[in-house]
């Protein structure tokens, strides 16, 4: 078995149920596929995300935890930790970014994805203050002086070789997902409560996948704002 120091990690933190396989579906699989150990955590719970008028809010948040793990499964990750905040509640506050830093510490994470919190018009709250706060917990995961306390318990300062942000206002990194697009289908396909009542958006990724395939000579691909920290 492989040392823990021999594998590559990578830690994809999304606001919402949903969103990690939306921006980075096909990249997740396919560093699953190379044997890299790939860990989501999810921000919120998702659960304001219903028009149907019967649904509570505990109710589909319970659903969208299930929904979520079996559409890691689908992309080969295992291990989902949710953070459990109201949906559309998010505020960026210093104990969001040391949850977050606590984290990237405990995980010790080589690549880190994560919304683009630059994105021009970007409509729902919840994206940039999650992009914010990953972006904030790296610094304050990979300086000492920041969270002095975990030190004195075994938990070390730790630096990702980057930063890959989806959606990215300036793109400037893109994965060949072309062996993946139906594994990345495949999960967004078990996020029933979001997707079943909209038939036209598998239609619409497929669409755009291909269309940023195209940019880099590629038949599909995911493009990143490529940050090396």
Do not use: C
Not at 134 to 146: E, K, M, Q
């Amino acid at each position: 078995m492989a040392e823990l120091d021999d594998l590559k990690r990578a830690l994809v933190i999304g606001a919402h149920p949903d969103d990690n396989e939306f921006g980075a579906g096909g990249t997740i699989a396919k560093l699953a596929s190379q044997g890299w150990d790939v860990t989501f955590i999810i921000v919120t719970n998702g659960n304001k995300g219903s028009h149907d008028a019967e649904m509570t809010s505990y109710r589909l948040s319970e659903i969208r935890e299930h929904e979520q793990r079996a559409a890691a499964a689908r992309l080969g990750v295992n291990k989902v930790i949710f953070l459990r905040n109201n949906d559309g509640e998010l505020e960026p506050t210093p104990q969001l970014r040391a949850e977050i830093a606590l984290y990237v510490r405990h995980l010790k994470p080589h690549l880190v994805f994560t919304h683009d919190p630059w994105k021009h018009y970007m409509m729902h709250p919840d994206h940039r203050v999650v992009g914010f706060a990953v972006i904030n917990g790296l610094v304050s995961a990979r300086d000492h002086l920041f969270m002095p306390g975990l030190a004195q318990i075994g938990v070390a300062v730790w630096r990702p070789e980057a930063l890959l942000l989806w959606m990215a206002e300036q793109p400037d990194h893109a994965e060949d997902i072309a062996p993946f697009v139906e594994q990345k289908i495949a999960a967004l396909h078990e996020h029933h409560t979001q997707l079943d009542e909209n038939p036209t958006w598998e239609d619409r990724v497929r669409a755009h996948i291909a269309e940023v395939g195209r940019k880099y000579g590629l038949d599909a691909a995911e493009e990143f704002k490529r940050i090396v920290l």
